[in-house]
């Protein structure tokens, strides 16, 4: 079955960086799209990052462009997000979900808290 | 970019139908999908594409869309139904993915 499991979150001082990973299983994963999603404490979900199947295509929320990196390791089968110059606003918990063709997010992970705190 | 609107919060009561919306100018020319989150757990998806369902979703979910508005209709409203749903959609001019704000459905 379907599994996306996330890691590496943690409480970090503003300005400092972080990466985060999200192992996959259950599928191929080098044929999918993947995506991160945050959700702040008590607040809706916003839409983080997109990666292509192939790494080729990789694109950002304005709130997090120029700060954040998605990648992929398709030897792996893990997908990452670098979040460098961490702020307040970045406290969420964040989700990797696998992309369904048509635009939506078939798969999520149970997501891995990231907290902004001096 | 796109802002869709939801209403914060919805109330049935058990057995009757839910229709919770998602307004946008032009949101029946987009794909809309549709999903669930209880408190503690990652969203699931119970529609997509408008009107369909992934396997596993019961046939109580059903939605539309069309003109300034999409629906997602819960019939026969049960507890377990009681959590947050968004709706989203992509956009397309940037390869973004737009969420809307979300609707808490309460079971009375």
């Known amino acids: 079955q379907v599994q996306l499991v996330e890691s590496g979150g943690g409480v970090v001082q503003p300005g400092r960086s972080l990466r985060l990973s999200c192992a996959a299983s259950?599928?191929?994963?080098?044929?999918?799209?993947m995506h991160w999603v945050r959700q702040a404490p008590g607040k809706g979900l916003e839409w983080v990052s997109f990666?292509?199947?192939?790494?080729?295509?990789?694109y950002y929320a304005d709130s997090v462009k120029g700060r954040f990196t998605i990648s992929r390791d398709t030897s792996k089968s893990t997908l990452y997000l670098q979040i460098n110059s961490l702020r307040a606003e970045d406290t969420a918990l964040y989700y990797c979900?696998?992309?369904?063709?048509?635009?939506?997010?078939?798969?999520w992970g149970q997501g891995t808290l990231v907290t902004v705190s001096s | 970019s796109y802002v869709l609107t939801q209403p914060p919060s919805v109330s049935v009561a058990p057995g009757n139908t839910a229709r919770l919306t998602c307004g946008e100018d032009?949101?029946?020319?987009?794909?809309v999908h549709w999903y669930q989150q209880k408190p503690g757990q990652a969203p699931v998806l119970v529609i997509y594409?408008?009107?369909d369902r992934p396997p596993g979703i019961p046939e109580r979910f059903s939605g539309s869309n069309s003109g300034t508005t999409a629906s997602l209709t819960i019939s026969g409203v049960e507890a377990g139904d009681e959590a947050d749903y968004y709706c989203?959609?992509?956009?397309?001019?940037?390869?973004?993915?737009?969420f809307g704000g979300g609707t808490k459905l309460t079971v009375l």
């Open positions: 032009n949101i029946g020319g987009k794909n």
């Open positions: 989203q959609v992509s956009d397309s001019s940037r390869d973004h993915r737009v």
């Open positions: 594409s408008d009107t």
């Open positions: 259950g599928f191929t994963f080098r044929t999918y799209h």
């Open positions: 979900a696998r992309d369904r063709a048509g635009g939506s997010f078939d798969y």
């Open positions: 990666i292509s199947y192939d790494g080729s295509d990789k």
